[in-house]
Nanobody
Framework: QVQLVESGGGLVQPGGSLRLSCAAS????????MSWYRQAPEKERELVAI???????NYAASVKGRFTIFRDNAKNTVYLQMNSLKPEDTAVYVC?????????WGQGTQVTVSS
C-alpha cells in the first residue's frame, strides 16, 4: 500500500523556519521524483520544489533562496527546509511522488506564517 505521510507543519512567525518531512512507503522511493506543492485558500495549487531521482532540484521563483528540498533514500523521506518564512507562504503543503505515468499524493500538512 502506497503512503506519503507529511509532517512538520505548524504555526511560525514571519522570518522563522520549518522543516517538512514526507515519509514514503509502498513503492521504490529512489526511482521517483519527489515534489512539494502548496495550496492556499482560494488559490490554485502551486509547485514549490522538485527533486529528481538523480537529486537535481528546481524551485518556484517565490521560494528560491529560502527553501531547500532534499531527500534521504535510505529513509525513504523527502524534506523541505523553509527559511525566512513569509505570511504568503501560508498554505497546505502536499508531498508528491512521480515516475513514468504514476503519481502519488500525500494528505498535506498545514503551514501558517503569522505573528
Amino acid at each position: 500500500q502506497v503512503q506519503l505521510v507529511e509532517s512538520g507543519g505548524g504555526l511560525v512567525q514571519p522570518g522563522g523556519s520549518l522543516r517538512l518531512s514526507c515519509a514514503a512507503s509502498g513503492f521504490t522511493f529512489s526511482s521517483y521524483s519527489m515534489s512539494w506543492y502548496r495550496q492556499a485558500p482560494e488559490k490554485e495549487r502551486e509547485l514549490v520544489a522538485i527533486i529528481t531521482s538523480e537529486s537535481s532540484t528546481n524551485y518556484a521563483a517565490s521560494v528560491k533562496g529560502r527553501f531547500t528540498i532534499f531527500r534521504d533514500n535510505a529513509k525513504n523521506t523527502v524534506y523541505l527546509q523553509m527559511n525566512s518564512l513569509k505570511p504568503e507562504d501560508t498554505a497546505v503543503y502536499v508531498c508528491n511522488a512521480a515516475a513514468w505515468r504514476t503519481v502519488y499524493w500525500g494528505q498535506g500538512t498545514q503551514v501558517t506564517v503569522s505573528s
